[in-house]
């Protein structure tokens, strides 16, 4: 009940009606849309179709495209209109001076300046600034050139340099106090031409009082700090952006005249003066990064200034120990000083400062490790020269012995300091725990590298500087092999220590070359070191392959000792191509394949030495392939077998062209039995290969070069026999229904009964008139046109038997 009364009262206060009142309205309200609607297409139909019978009517020409805008053109009017002013108030000065007495000077330069100096206030209460920065521009000219008619009428004999720096100190200083007035302050160009206008005065002082480069280079510094004061504590920015590029300027030509008189100091005094400089210039650059970064702003800019500074500290610290000690001394003296910087990291300075002492410090270790470099990169790479002059004679000492072809470079031995004292700071210093495997890593090849060019430098007797190689790469591999808690954090990963071991033991191996005995000692060594290394299987990856590769050329240098030819010398080769082959049997892991290259490699190196004497390469060709068909015999390198093959092939080649065979299928029969063999094999171990994988290379490698050889040869023989065996295998197909074999015999029976069926022909062609064969050719389309459909039937019929055939 109370239900019904309240949505009797709802539809009473919502006036909503019936659903089929409702339902009524809906429909009138449609139709009356869908006739508006028609109305609307019919009107927008008739004014498409009036529009269209009306001619084109021109469009109304386009508005011209302003090029600029007014206050740029107001601003272009006001810079012309004040330099051209300026030029007429100079042309004034320079030209109409004389024909005014002293009164009349002053008078009109007085009122002149005064009037255009006081315009701008005038026009900036009328809201017209862009004027008043016209005419504030053009007064200060004035004043400029107020100075120089001082000069020329007041001041005459002042000396040039000197009034220079006066006037433009005090036009710094009337356009800084113009430029704060309370009616001139909104004006943007005084202070930044006063702050402009004060980069001259220092310098311009220090060349009227004196030509000494050192007080020209302090007043160049001391304006670097002034500007530096400015840009950081100035408030307006146009100043401060002035003050930077003056102080990064005049820094740095300050900073540069400095180091070069640092580095050209004749004695300690000279070199003391350099440095009180470029401590100048430091603490400009690191007074000011700090300043940055207590602020908080500018980190990047921070570190770079103080960057700067710390190199300004090396180069002049460094200059003074140039001065006092031996020349040799000079880059491990500034590396000295470049390390000192590295204190800041116990230091209580802000992070940027200390970044950027840091990076100071690694820039300059940097440097004096490049001017060490030609030291180690000779010391390395010398001894390759003995590769073509080998037991050409024992070296007179170890520098000689690296310097076969290139020269030793003029540098002091002091210089394998820097790699040292380098790595002994990224042992001792660095502690962050992501960068310090690689420190240390840094650190064992720096020493490492010192060491090796180390008894060249010092030009220390040959056998020494063998033995210092030699027993280095047995302490990398001793280190590989038992690493201990402290070794494993110095070198890791641990193939650093074999990295290191490998190229010790090449320069060791190349050394040796010197000498018959050296050469046997050393290979023997370094093979017996790596062999015995090859026990860890974690090691084996790398130090099998290299004792292999070390055994191999033991093996070369015993049979040259021994005076034995190459050819003969291959067959001793061949020993570690089946060391190899029976290590690769035992080992596991990822050392079998290196181990396998290795003795390929070896056996290449066989081949090529017995390559000029064909019975000793047939030989050795024949046992590599014994050695690979033992290598096919493991179940997981059965696809070797293929190479044993085609090395027997090789070998039988070799042999027959020793015997001076020239039967073609004496080479070929002996590649298509086992190939033929194989394809059987594959057929029977799976039904599903095709007759062409299986038995077409077989077939094709006799076949084809027979067929060839027959086309040219007079005789009978070749020919009969070539045809009898394209028949077996023909009729071989047939019978077992496989494609290869029938269309390669059929194909070679053919082409051979036609060469034998060629004389004859060419004679019947003679015997017969010309128009015989064209007869006989339109006899057979004849025959075929009558025959048609079953023609193609019967060839549907061999093309069905021919797919299906394998």
Same mark, same amino acid.
């Given at each position: ?18 659903? /089929? ?122 004043? #400029? ?6 000069? $020329? ?246 520098? /000689? ?40 890593? @840094? ?40 690493? @201990? ?47 015995? #290394? ?5 090691? /084996? ?87 690979? #068909? ?12 293929? #190479? ?20 073609? $299928? ?105 128009? /015989? ?15 048609? $459909? ?17």
């Amino acid at each position: 009940m109370s239900y019904d009364v309240t949505r009797t009262t709802l539809r009473a206060m919502t006036h909503v009606p019936p659903p /089929a009142e409702e339902l009524r309205l809906l429909d009138a309200e449609l139709w009356r849309l869908d006739a508006r609607r028609a109305q609307l297409l019919t009107r927008r139909a008739w004014l498409l179709t009036a529009l269209r019978s009306q001619a084109p009517t021109a469009a109304p020409p386009a508005r011209p495209r302003r090029e600029t805008t007014a206050p740029r053109v107001q601003n272009v009017l006001l810079l012309l209109g004040g330099v051209l002013l300026s030029i007429a108030a100079m042309v004034f000065t320079l030209v109409s001076w004389g024909h005014l007495g002293i009164t009349g000077r002053a008078l009109v330069l007085g009122v002149l300046t005064l009037a255009v100096l006081a315009a701008p206030v005038a026009l900036l209460r009328r809201g017209l600034r862009s004027t008043a920065e016209s005419m504030a521009g053009l007064g200060l000219a004035l004043t #400029a050139l107020d100075a120089y008619a001082l000069h $020329e009428t007041v001041f005459p004999g002042a000396d040039g340099a000197a009034y220079a720096a006066s006037a433009t100190a005090a036009l710094a200083a009337l356009w800084t106090a113009y430029g704060s007035l309370p009616t001139a302050s909104d004006l943007r160009l005084p202070l930044p031409a006063a702050m402009t206008m004060a980069q001259l005065p220092w310098f311009l002082a220090a060349v009227a009082v004196s030509t000494d480069p050192y007080v020209i280079t302090a007043a160049l510094l001391l304006t670097a700090a002034f500007d530096t004061i400015v840009a950081l504590r100035g408030t307006a920015k146009s100043v401060r952006l002035v003050a930077v590029l003056g102080a990064y300027g005049t820094g740095a030509w300050g900073a540069l005249a400095a180091g070069l008189l640092s580095w050209c100091a004749a004695g300690p005094s000279a070199a003391a003066r350099a440095a009180a400089l470029l401590t100048l210039a430091a603490a400009i650059a690191v007074g000011s990064a700090w300043w940055r970064a207590k602020s908080g702003t500018g980190t990047l800019a921070a570190v770079g200034n103080t960057l700067a500074g710390g190199l300004f500290l090396v180069a002049g610290a460094g200059g003074l120990l140039r001065a006092a000690l031996p020349g040799a001394w000079t880059v491990p003296g500034y590396l000295v000083c470049g390390v000192a910087l590295l204190a800041a990291l116990r230091s209580g300075l802000s992070e940027p400062v200390r970044r950027g002492l840091i990076h100071a410090s690694a820039a300059v270790q940097a440097i004096a490790l490049a001017c060490a470099l030609p030291l180690i990169a000779v010391a390395l790479l010398g001894p390759l020269g003995w590769a073509d002059r080998p037991w050409s004679g024992m070296p007179s000492d170890a520098r /000689a012995a690296v310097t076969v072809h290139t020269p030793w470079p003029p540098y002091p031995a002091q210089l394998l300091l820097a790699p040292l004292l380098v790595a002994a700071v990224l042992a001792l210093l660095v502690r962050t725990e992501s960068w310090r495997p690689a420190a240390l890593n @840094s650190a064992a090849v720096l020493a490492w590298a010192t060491l090796m060019a180390l008894p060249a430098a010092l030009q220390l007797p040959y056998a020494v500087a063998l033995s210092a190689q030699t027993l280095t790469a047995a302490a990398a591999l001793a280190v590989a092999v038992f690493p @201990s808690r402290a070794t494993s954090a110095f070198l890791r990963p641990a193939v650093l220590a074999l990295v290191l071991a490998v190229g010790t033991s090449l320069s060791a191996a190349f050394l040796s070359l010197a000498s018959r005995p050296a050469t046997l000692t050393v290979l023997s060594l370094l093979a017996a070191f790596f062999a015995a #290394a090859s026990l860890r299987p974690r090691l /084996a990856p790398l130090t099998a392959p290299t004792a292999l590769g070390y055994a191999a050329a033991l093996v070369c240098a015993i049979g040259a000792a021994a005076g034995w030819q190459p050819q003969y010398t291959a067959l001793l080769v061949l020993l570690v191509p089946v060391a190899a082959a029976l290590l690769a049997a035992r080992v596991t892991g990822r050392a079998t394949l290196p181990v396998e290259l290795t003795g390929a490699a070896t056996a290449l190196l066989a081949v090529g030495l017995a390559i000029t004497d064909p019975p000793m390469l047939a030989l050795v060709l024949a046992l590599c392939a014994v050695i690979a #068909a033992g290598v096919a015999v493991r179940p997981d390198r059965r696809p070797v077998g293929h #190479a044993a093959a085609v090395l027997f092939l090789l070998a039988t080649w070799v042999r027959l062209a020793t015997w001076d065979v020239g039967t073609v $299928e004496a080479y070929t029969v002996p590649a298509t039995v086992p190939a033929l063999c194989l394809g059987a094999w594959r057929r029977r171990r799976d039904r599903l290969t095709s007759s062409w994988t299986a038995y077409g290379p077989g077939l094709a490698a006799t076949l084809l070069p027979s067929l060839a050889a027959a086309w040219d040869d007079p005789h009978w023989t070749r020919p009969l026999l070539l045809g009898t065996a394209a028949l077996a295998v023909t009729l071989l197909g047939a019978r077992h229904r496989l494609q290869a074999p029938l269309l390669l015999g059929g194909s070679v029976l053919t082409l051979d009964a036609l060469h034998e069926l060629a004389p004859y022909l060419a004679q019947l062609t003679g015997a017969l008139p010309r128009w /015989a064969p064209f007869a006989l050719a339109g006899a057979l389309l004849l025959a075929l046109g009558s025959t048609y $459909e079953r023609r193609i039937r019967d060839v549907r019929r061999v093309r069905d038997v021919l797919t299906n055939m394998h």
